[in-house]
């Protein structure tokens, strides 16, 4: 009988309960928006310098990544050149390119006659007269060899070392090799930008903590009446870890807004670039995906500052 006449009224209090929790969280929140409004100066150069920090990463990736589009555009053409010897046959460059088509790293292979570099060069400019000064064809056979796609340095390596050890063959010349040096250089950029982006993050958390931090020490007399009043520690944390996290949010915000500012300013430039190329390049842009998730993780970065210095600050005494 008597749980009976309880459970009713426990029953009353969880709804009661959960109005309390949802009245203290909306207290902080407006606490925290209240505060952050109060000093407009200060908030704003927090969150300006979040912002900043946070758009570096994101500068350097979108570079990189315009720079392996850039890589890929100009190398499609990637193919190595195998220059005969020049009182070779034109069966030894035909032996070669019979033992290239079996092998699995290539994917064509042309011939290319004396007579055809000779009527290459005559459409040059510049070169037309000086070849009607030759009494003879001084050029060789060349055996021009494209690669599959994506092949590796190691791959072509390996490749070109097999060519330099084939009878009649002069020199052989990689016009891909630059596109090799170029990713490796890229994957280099890569994982530099991952260590910048980490320790930028720190650097935004650290600004983030200290703004908090200076708030509670300003706010020490009223964190004291609350003490004495009986507010519980959640309540005397609770807008300050909001304050975090709208610090992190306004310089995520920021930060996507300098990175989208960037690729407009880049955008009539590479324009520019892609016409002299005949229309190969193409300027792209950061996942919107990616711009959309910054400002979330920037406010977990924040919410997360905030955190911690309210666990340290709050914990002493007074």
């Known amino acids: 009988m008597a749980r009976a006449q309880r459970e009713p009224g426990t029953a009353r209090t969880r709804p009661r309960r959960v109005a309390v929790w949802g009245e203290q969280h909306a207290w902080g929140f407006i606490a925290s928006l209240r505060r952050l409004t109060g000093r407009p100066l200060s908030t704003l150069l927090t969150v300006t310098v979040m912002g900043f920090a946070l758009a570096l990463p994101l500068t350097f990736a979108?570079?990189?990544?315009?720079?392996?589009?850039?890589?890929?555009?100009?190398?499609?053409?990637?193919?190595?050149?195998?220059?005969?010897?020049?009182?070779?046959?034109?069966?030894?460059?035909?032996a070669l390119a019979d033992k290239l088509r079996g092998r699995d790293e290539v994917d064509a292979v042309d011939v290319r006659t004396p007579k055809q570099g000779m009527a290459e060069l005559a459409t040059m400019q510049g070169f037309s007269d000086a070849l009607k000064s030759l009494d003879y064809n001084p050029l060789p056979y060349v055996v021009v060899i494209r690669p599959v796609a994506h092949i590796d340095a190691d791959q072509a390596a390996k490749l070109i070392a097999w060519l330099r050890t084939q009878p009649g063959v002069d020199q052989v010349q990689d016009d891909g090799a630059w596109r090799q040096r170029l990713d490796a250089l890229l994957a280099v950029g890569t994982r530099a930008v991952l260590l910048l982006a980490v320790l930028l993050a720190i650097a935004a958390l650290l600004v983030v903590g200290n703004s908090v931090r200076l708030d509670i020490q300003g706010r020490?007399?009223?964190?004291?009446?609350?003490?004495?009043?009986?507010?519980?520690?959640?309540?005397?944390?609770?807008?300050?870890?909001y304050a975090g996290l709208w610090y992190g949010l306004a310089g995520g915000v920021v930060a996507t807004l300098l990175t989208l500012l960037l690729e407009w300013a880049l955008a009539a430039p590479v324009a520019r670039l892609a016409?002299?190329?005949?229309?190969?390049?193409?300027?792209?842009?950061?996942?919107?995906?990616?711009?959309?998730?910054?400002?979330?993780?920037?406010?977990?970065?924040?919410?997360?500052?905030?955190?911690?210095?309210?666990?340290?600050?709050?914990?002493?005494?007074?």
């Open 275 to 318: 016409a002299s190329y005949g229309g190969r390049l193409d300027f792209g842009g950061l996942p919107w995906g990616l711009l959309a998730l910054v400002p979330v993780l920037a406010a977990a970065l924040g919410w997360l500052g905030a955190r911690l210095v309210c666990a340290r600050q709050l914990r002493r005494p007074g």
């Open 62 to 94: 979108l570079l990189l990544g315009n720079l392996q589009r850039l890589g890929s555009a100009l190398g499609q053409t990637q193919a190595i050149s195998v220059f005969m010897q020049t009182d070779g046959h034109a069966s030894d460059a035909k």
């Open 220 to 241: 020490s007399d009223e964190i004291a009446v609350l003490r004495l009043v009986g507010a519980s520690p959640a309540f005397v944390r609770r807008p300050y870890v």
